[in-house]
Structure formats: structure tokens, C-alpha cells
């Protein structure tokens, strides 16, 4: 399985998945510790780089901010910070699957 890591039985469930998927990318502390501020801010100014938006559900799923405040947050950035091309783009680029289990 060259290229992939697996995920054991024993560490499935959501905190693990988005502590994995951080890890993916060369991602600081403070680069994660930005994000999940700007969602609980609400402040998509805040985010370090238009490049960190793909991975706003990840704090969602790692508990660390609130579906509403997931929503709250792109629908600011969308609507206050012109940020519709930049989540379209995502979008279309590789679709997320629903935030809502």
C-alpha cells in the first residue's frame, strides 16, 4: 500500500480522522490554532491562507466549533469578504461530502 496510511479499528471515530487529516500537510499549530479561531470569531479575515479554507469541516468534525459556527463562518466569508469564487472553487475542485452526519 505505498502512499497511504491506514487508520486502526481502535482510533476510528471523528477526533482521530481530523487530527489525521491535518497531518497530511505540512500544517503548523498555529496555521490550526488560526482556523479554528476564525470560525469561532467568525472572522474569515482571519484565516492564514485562501488555500486553509479546504479544511474548514475539519475542526466541525474534531469537535473543536459547532456546525453553526461552521455556517455562520463561510456564509460571512461569502457574503462580507467576497470569498464565493474561493468555496466554489473548492467546491469544484474536490466536492465535500455533507457536514451533518
Known amino acids: 500500500m505505498g502512499g497511504f496510511s491506514t487508520v486502526t479499528p481502535s482510533a476510528q471515530n471523528a477526533t482521530a480522522v481530523a487530527q489525521a487529516v491535518w497531518s497530511y500537510t505540512p500544517r503548523s499549530l498555529t496555521d490550526i490554532q488560526s482556523l479554528v479561531n476564525a470560525i469561532q470569531n467568525n472572522d474569515p479575515g ?50 465535500v461530502q455533507p457536514l451533518a452526519p
Open 46 to 95: 482571519a484565516v492564514p491562507s485562501y488555500s486553509d479554507l479546504q479544511y474548514v469541516p475539519v475542526p466541525y468534525y474534531s469537535g473543536q466549533v459547532s456546525l453553526t459556527q461552521v455556517a455562520a463562518f463561510i456564509d460571512n466569508a461569502i457574503r462580507n469578504y467576497n470569498m464565493a469564487g474561493a468555496f466554489a472553487g473548492l467546491h469544484n475542485k474536490q466536492p
